[in-house]
């Protein structure tokens, strides 16, 4: 939610969240930049049903998120095996496997 592709497209986000994403991203790209023996990147995991994502949800006028941590998990763990440093350090990229614009 907070690289700054899609923050072209969306009005808000709570700017302490998202400050503090891109700043978890930039460490990630440094890492693998500076750090040739770590594979590193940062994974979107989505709208996941949380106290602090219904709480954003509601902010937009939605009742709740869109996706459960059932729902959620298995994406996350596919990237994870699906990493190499070549392929995905230093990328975002989403719980589907798609790599997001930084």
Known sequence: MADTGQRRTT???GHRVCQSKVLVH?????IH???KGIIALPVDPGSVQSALGNYGAKEF???KTSVTTEEGVPGLISVIDDTTRETHSGKLWQN???ELAW
């Open 11 to 13: 009005s808000t986000c």
């Open 26 to 30: 930039w460490y990630a790209r440094a």
């Open 33 to 35: 930049f500076e750090e």
């Open 61 to 63: 006028g939605y009742e």
């Open 96 to 98: 589907d496997g798609k």
